[in-house]
Nanobody, 120 residues
Framework: VQLQASGGGLVQSGGSLRLSCSIS????????MGWYRQAPGMQRELVAT???????NYGVSMLGRVTASRDNAKNTIYLQMNNLVPEDTAVYYC???????????????WGQGTQVTVSS
C-alpha cells in the first residue's frame, strides 16, 4: 500500500492550495482518511479526517479555512486550503486506515508528506 501526496508548494499569505493524496495497492476496505501536518520543532497535528461516508472532522488549527473531501472511486483524499498564513508552513501528511484483506485488522498508513510554505 502506498500513499502519494501532491499539491504542496510555495504560496503567499492569503493564498490557496489544494492537496491530493492517492492510495494504491491492495485495499479491501478503506476507512477514515485524513491530513496531518508537522511544523519544524512541533508535534504532528490533525488538520482533517474524512470517514468513508464523506463526513469530515477538522482540527482547530485550520478550522474554517480548509475543506477535506474524498473520492472513494479513486481512493483519493483532497484538502482545499484557503487564506493561508505563514504559521501554516509545515509538511502535510496524508493518512489512511484500511484493511488489505478480509481477515486482516485495520492498520494506519502514511504518505511521504508534501511541503507547504507560506510566505508573508
Amino acid at each position: 500500500v502506498q500513499l502519494q501526496a501532491s499539491g504542496g508548494g510555495l504560496v503567499q499569505s492569503g493564498g490557496s492550495l489544494r492537496l491530493s493524496c492517492s492510495i494504491s495497492g491492495r485495499i479491501f476496505r478503506l476507512n477514515d482518511m485524513g491530513w496531518y501536518r508537522q511544523a519544524p520543532g512541533m508535534q504532528r497535528e490533525l488538520v482533517a479526517t474524512v470517514n468513508s461516508a464523506g463526513f469530515a472532522n477538522y482540527g482547530v488549527s485550520m478550522l474554517g479555512r480548509v475543506t477535506a473531501s474524498r473520492d472513494n472511486a479513486k481512493n483519493t483524499i483532497y484538502l482545499q486550503m484557503n487564506n493561508l498564513v505563514p504559521e501554516d508552513t509545515a509538511v502535510y501528511y496524508c493518512n489512511a486506515n484500511l484493511q488489505t484483506g478480509f481477515y486482516g485488522r485495520p492498520s494506519e498508513y502514511w504518505g511521504q508528506g508534501t511541503q507547504v510554505t507560506v510566505s508573508s
